[in-house]
């Protein structure tokens, strides 16, 4: 008996360890065909054709084809929120249409929406994880507790903090003893095991082929004084605003999609892509090489410039993903709020270069926190681009932000509800 029980252990372990690369795996090679693809779309191809609005015509062609899978297959890819909540009320996700969940997480990213990965790359590892459950005898009974391993090591990997990745997927979850699950200790020892599996694999992809994606840079270490401190009282509330004005687009926009056909509505937003991404360029993508660009001279930009590619940030993103360009929203948000940290520094100090890391994080932090309802998971993931100086204040903020968040009520509730209502056809 203990022989077997022994053998059932180590077994578990292997497969955690060849899950965990295996998921990281997925993720780098997903990312590095977008970076090759996006490259192609807007700069090989407009420069050999000698037509610069060639990007607007591939857009609107990219709309058309995703519009054609929406109507047919539903509304894919889901949001991070409502694939976790599936997994978490079904204790299944549907992995039929897998196919058809890669293309059209990969579709917006290649054409520059403004939207991240991370939407996309979850739901993608969730209906592998249920296929290998359902066509491996011994994986099926732990299908439930892999998916979340497997979501832990995706965002992990696309936030550079396991830890996060960790704590997105286990704070504030109730611990279950149901068969066929892992205990809580069971799971960080997986965690732990599928994370450095997909490091490593990770590393060696990253060698001998290049790195998949940069992600977003990092602020040196800098002081923070009683100044700062003072501001607080500004920039928390300023987070808030963000994390209200991007509630009101997200339902603006919601709903105007509502009122608009399959399709079509895809087509437009093709098209606003496309024009977007050669006028306003800043606004575009994920973020990360935007905000490297915007680091190094924030100081130099008037802050009613940087409020308003903020609000622009937020309304292109909210209208990408309700328009058929579906992504992860995070990646944007924490680009939108950086310029609001900007800005709010450029108004307060001079030399604002010593202060604007700060700002940036406790605005950032506020709308994480809000938006995530996870204080701790949210101040760990600042940890990819904020200094760790700046971890305690990150979560206070974050904590503030969840309670104000939670007083709102519109996040969490929102989610649920799409979550529970399943596929959108």
């Not at 095991?193 to 602020?219: D, Q, R």
């Given at each position: ?418 979550g529970d209502q399943g596929d959108i056809k």
């Amino acid at each position: 008996m203990n022989r077997d029980r022994t053998g059932n252990r180590f077994r578990l372990l292997f497969i955690t360890a060849v899950w965990g690369g295996f998921a990281g795996g997925v993720v780098w090679c997903f990312l590095k065909a977008v970076a090759f693809c996006t490259e192609i779309i807007w700069k090989t191809l407009p420069e050999k054709s000698g037509f610069s609005f060639l990007p607007v015509v591939i857009c609107a062609v990219g709309g058309i084809l995703l519009g054609a899978l929406h109507k047919k297959y539903g509304d894919y890819p889901e949001e991070l929120s409502v694939v976790m909540f599936k997994i978490k009320r079904d204790k299944y996700y549907d992995y039929k249409n897998i196919a058809v969940m890669m293309l059209c997480a990969f579709i917006p990213l290649v054409l520059c929406a403004s939207v991240g990965p991370e939407a996309g790359l979850t739901g993608i590892i969730a209906a592998l994880c249920y296929w290998i459950g359902d066509n491996v005898s011994y994986a099926g009974v732990q299908a439930a507790g892999f998916s979340k391993i497997g979501e832990a090591v995706t965002l992990g990997q696309l936030f550079h903090s396991p830890l996060f990745g960790i704590l997105a997927v286990e704070e504030n979850e109730e611990d279950t003893t149901e068969a066929g699950t892992l205990s809580k200790a069971q799971k960080l020892l997986y965690y732990g095991i599928s994370a450095v599996s997909a490091f490593l694999i990770t590393k060696l992809l990253n060698t001998l082929f290049g790195t998949a994606m940069e992600g977003f840079p990092s602020f040196s270490e800098v002081p923070s004084g009683v100044h700062d401190y003072m501001l607080l009282l500004i920039y928390i509330p300023a987070g808030l605003l963000i994390y209200l004005i991007f509630e009101f687009f997200e339902r603006l926009t919601k709903n105007l999609a509502g009122r608009t056909p399959v399709i079509l509505k895809e087509v437009l937003c093709g098209i606003v892509v496309g024009f977007m991404g050669i006028f306003i360029p800043v606004v575009m993508s994920s973020g990360e090489e935007q905000m490297a660009g915007l680091m190094k001279d924030f100081s130099s930009y008037p802050p009613l410039f940087l409020v308003g590619i903020c609000i622009l940030k937020l309304l292109m993103t909210a209208f990408c993903i309700n328009f058929g360009m579906k992504g992860g929203h995070f990646f944007p948000l924490i680009f939108a709020c950086t310029c609001m940290g900007f800005a709010l520094s450029n108004i307060f100090f001079s030399a604002s270069e010593s202060h604007g890391a700060f700002a940036a994080a406790v605005v950032t932090a506020t709308v994480l926190g809000a938006q995530l309802k996870k204080p701790l998971a949210a101040a760990l993931l600042l940890l990819l681009c904020f200094p760790p100086g700046l971890l305690l204040w990150s979560f206070v903020c974050a904590a503030i932000g969840e309670r104000a968040g939670s007083a709102m009520g519109f996040t969490a509730k929102a989610k649920e509800l799409s979550g529970d209502q399943g596929d959108i056809k």
